[in-house]
């Protein structure tokens, strides 16, 4: 049974349907038409609501897999990874949990633990404290004796940079402490904070890393997401470019990797992540930052180097089979890119820009993989991850991998809705890319990013549905006492067929027209004055009060949504007659943000 919904859900049917093992799905009331439901052999509904209600809820996924008889549940990423008591609730009711003992999610969990337990093993940790630091007047003392300044403030309970905090002078510190803490509470009800030595411009490098329950654990090299807007990936790669991990680096890497995972009796995948730093000049360093113990997002770059599929050997060791491969049958060759291909719109913040999919095509030829939650008629809500497919693509080098990759995302084709794709385009093409930087710049440079704005909305008809198609045969999706069921229908056409209810009764052939182009409204530049909230969160930080007169692309606001931070942009410039929101308040996917009457219109 799969916990967990979209292109990763789909990803270990596929590994499932290999392997001869049944699948079962799961999905929320908003899934109820997502891939990954007919994709597996049986699905079951969870229920509406937020995911609290369905896929985070713990009772009910595990009442759904005793009904089903389902032997095992894979978390996926996301959801109930990496949540030990949900481990330990599978583990106590004679379900394999696909993944790490909890006593390993745990261990890895607090990350003062986990720098205590890796120090232990002689894995290196960033310098700074393995004991949680309790007060401003602490850390001011640690810093100055033992680290030096700057000096990064983490949250314990954190990770992926949540409750990251720096400070570069000793006068920062107390700012950074208290902000550390207080991301630390409000995200893992957890307050409490340690200092590691600030590096600069570190590169992200990250080992992937195999175990089974005979002792036998193995790393498949590493992998480079120094491409990061706010802490989240948005491009990685594998191997690292050849000129920042030479071989001798890969290994003492590689090595670190496995002595980090068996000091926690780990077993499944799992990724040790850590910083790479050039050191200007110095020999260069490498330091475990934390370890993600679940099937990460970016696992693909690595099973097209390696050609090992790494879903499978995480549910064969799961079902204490050993793995396939010894150290010695791990070979990299060439070079791997993936694009997380979200529904964002760079040029506004990468603001989250969920809504209908239109005609909807994927690339396809030599080296070219695309993993996918959606498909054409589609709804990304805003509920859900932003992120509605990766783009990988392999070729023999960097170079030539970069190139597939450009020729791919021009083949990808995604109407009706805003994606990263020209972000991805333009990055790739770009020289920090080719010199293999960490494009920091670029990521912050809103002049940049604003060369990637979109045209103005089109009046898409991608709603519409086909009302010319004669059919005779249609399958219908039904649901009986919560189950899935598909069901062939024959006989004549239906009358009336057509609006959303149609949406259940899927042709049998053709399917949806590709939204008709060239009825598209032009467009009028002022648009309308009243800014909707793209998504439902909880309103984090207002920028701005009514009466100001702001430009577009101008930060309004910060909307706080499964754990992200979702900065909200003036959709136009003038002078904002209207500011119904403020800060703490929950707020609703349509509700209006801000009004903003244009200097001329007004
Ligand atoms: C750091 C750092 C510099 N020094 N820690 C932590 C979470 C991860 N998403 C980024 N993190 C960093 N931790 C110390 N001691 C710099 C970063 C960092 C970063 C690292 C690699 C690649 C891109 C980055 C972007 C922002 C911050």
Redesign the pocket.
Known sequence: MIANRGEIAVRIVRALEELGVASVAVYSELDREAPHVGRAGEAYNLGEGPAADNYLNVEKILDVARRCGAEAIHPGYGFLAENAPFARACEDAGIVFIGPPASAIEAMGSKTRARELMQAAGVPI?P?TTEPVATVADALEIAKAQIGFPV?V?AAGGG??KG?R?ALTEDELEGAFEGSSREGEKFFSDPTVYL????HD???VEVQVLADRHGNVIHLGERD??I?RR?QKVIEESPAPPWVVDPQMRERIGQIGVNAARAVDYVGAGTIEG?FSAGEGAEPEYFF?EMNTRVQVEHCVTEMTTGIDIVKEGIRAAAGEELSYAQVDVELRGHAIECRINAEDASKNFAPAPGKIGAYREPSGPGVRVDSGVEAGGEVSPMYDPMVAKLIVWDADREQATQRMLRALSEYEIEGLKTLIPFHRALLASKQWAKGE?C?DLLEDKQWLQTLAFAAPAAVSAGEEDETEEKVQRTYEVEVSGKRFDVRVLGAPLAGAGGVGSMNGTAEAGGRRPPKRGQRKSSTGGGPDTLPSPLQGNMWKVLVKQGDTVTEGQLLCIIEAMKMENEITAHKAGTISELPISEGAPIAAGAPIATIVSAESS
């Open positions: 960033v700074g990064a983490k992926g940079g990251f720096v590691e030595r600030y590096l570190p590169r992200h997401c120094s990061q802490h910083l930052l960490t920091r």
